[in-house]
């Protein structure tokens, strides 16, 4: 099945700056790529996605890219805020052969933000 | 995008009863999910709720544990067995609308057990 690993554990940058989490897939049949944006006590929201017949996808301050040949993506956002502190999770859909799918997640980066 | 909505929101049981947590979608899905995600932790798959037929579960899940139902579409509701404190956690009701890859999550039950 699919393995989806994530980094950083965590990330701290200053207001303004950019900020990109890496994450890697083993199943070259996987096909969707969501990441997802958790604050304290609250649910996972989607932020961005990317399927795999696009390389990058882009949606204000925040960007999906994805690498098939080497199984990686990345979320980049830019001109970092305060209210982009949370923890980001990345996940990739699994493909199984019995033509059920189930996202696998990543272990997730917490994303601090300095004013 | 979907309204998931979760009943309760939160609860504090007590060892060896159990608690069945309700989810509602507001929209046309085609999966829905359970997870259950630890303090600090990533999101865990429990299982697939299929609709008129049995729950998918992960390794490690098992159905007398956490039985699963899923009468319609948009409804379904996790037991969690027999509570231990090792089942304190937050456990998380998800639905992949119909016709999209997106999958939301709904607001999440927070789970003690004493």
């Known amino acids: 099945g699919e393995n989806v690993e994530q980094h950083p554990s965590t990330l701290s940058v200053q207001e303004g700056d950019s900020a990109v989490i890496k994450c890697t897939y083993s199943d070259s049949a996987s096909n969707y790529f969501p990441w997802y944006k958790q604050e304290l006590g609250k649910r996972p929201q989607l932020i961005i996605d990317i399927r795999s017949n696009v390389g990058e996808k882009k949606d204000q301050r925040i960007a999906v890219t994805l690498n098939k040949t080497a199984k990686h993506f990345s979320l980049h956002i830019t001109e970092t805020q305060p209210e982009d502190s949370a923890v980001y999770f990345c996940?990739?859909?699994?493909?199984?052969?019995?033509?059920?799918?189930?996202?696998?997640f990543g272990t997730g980066t917490r994303l601090l933000v300095s004013p | 995008s979907a309204v998931i909505s979760q009943k309760p929101s939160r609860d504090i049981c007590q060892r060896g009863t159990s608690l069945t947590i309700q989810c509602q979608v507001d929209?046309?899905?085609?999966?829905m999910f359970w997870y259950r995600q630890q303090p600090g932790q990533s999101l865990t798959l429990i299982a697939t709720?299929?609709?008129?037929?049995?729950?998918?579960?992960e390794s490690g899940f098992v159905i007398d544990k956490f039985p699963i139902s899923r009468p319609n579409l948009t409804f379904s509701t996790l037991t969690v067995s027999n509570m231990s404190p090792e089942d304190s956690s937050i456990y998380l009701c998800?639905?992949?609308?119909?016709?999209?890859?997106?999958?939301?999550f709904g607001p999440g039950t927070r789970l003690t057990v004493t």
């Open positions: 929209s046309q899905v085609t999966m």
């Open positions: 709720a299929n609709q008129g037929s049995e729950a998918t579960y």
């Open positions: 996940a990739a859909r699994d493909q199984m052969n019995t033509g059920f799918q189930k996202l696998v």
């Open positions: 998800s639905a992949k609308l119909a016709g999209s890859y997106e999958q939301y």
